[in-house]
């Protein structure tokens, strides 16, 4: 089939949001927190297909979105990276060209940073969001006392969507399996850069594209809206 198509993870339970709903389910305005960015993807015309990790239970309500570029909602793993390994399988049928991966907990990803990320991946190979860290980062030592600032000019909170070329991303992580000593990682991009030592491009990213960790996260969603 080639083409583009979005891997959306919605499989995360949200501990820290201390509710019985995953953060991806609840409501926001009267929807799902997770339809918004589906729905994004759904009206790209450079989207060709959508594919959710997600908890069996809610298959029906992601099919109640009724969203027609939805090709499979999949079950996850047990970590962020099992549930996109989970994902790139089932996406190989499709065989698409270009893969971007999105955590359903960002439910605000604009057209122009999708698109960017996609034009950085035909460029580059890999692309991911980010946006420059505003705050004095210090690292400590094991003992809780800062030992030395880094400069911040050079530092940037990873976003999503990773935007990557389908063989290459699905490549890295089934490498990233015959090697749990490479464990833990925390996103795609880590993930390539261990597997291949392939860096990321990295595109500009949006403080609307926040990540929805806890409560507090979504009052400020509310300010956005």
Request: no cysteine; hydrophobic share 45%.
């Given at each position: 089939m080639g083409g583009?198509?979005?891997l959306?993870?919605?499989a995360g339970r949200g501990?820290?949001?201390?509710?019985?709903?995953p953060k991806?389910?609840?409501l926001f305005a009267g929807r799902p927190l997770l339809y918004y960015s589906l729905e994004t993807f759904q009206n790209l015309n450079e989207i060709d297909g959508i594919v959710v990790t997600a908890d069996p239970q809610y298959k029906k309500t992601i099919d109640d979105f009724d969203l027609k570029k939805i090709k499979a909602v999949v079950p996850g793993g047990e970590e962020r990276y099992s549930s996109v390994r989970l994902g790139l399988l089932s996406l190989r049928p499709f065989a698409p060209d270009y893969v971007l991966i999105h955590d359903g907990a960002r439910p605000f990803p604009d057209a122009e940073l999708i698109l960017r990320t996609l034009e950085g991946a035909r460029k580059y190979g890999a692309a991911a969001a980010a946006v420059p860290v505003a705050d004095t980062i210090r690292v400590a030592d094991e003992n809780g006392f800062g030992i030395k600032t880094p400069d911040r000019r050079t530092l940037y909170a990873m976003q999503t969507p990773q935007t990557f070329s389908f063989p290459l991303i699905l490549k890295a992580y089934e490498e990233l399996m015959k090697h749990p000593d490479l464990l833990p990682?925390?996103?795609d991009a880590e993930v390539l850069q261990k597997v291949t030592g392939k860096q990321t491009f990295l595109t500009k990213g949006s403080f609307r594209n926040r990540k929805?960790?806890?409560?507090?996260?979504?009052?400020i969603l509310k300010s956005f809206s």
């Open positions: 583009t198509f979005a959306v993870l919605a501990k820290r949001m201390g509710s019985s709903v991806q389910f609840l990682v925390t996103d929805v960790t806890t409560p507090e996260d979504l009052t």
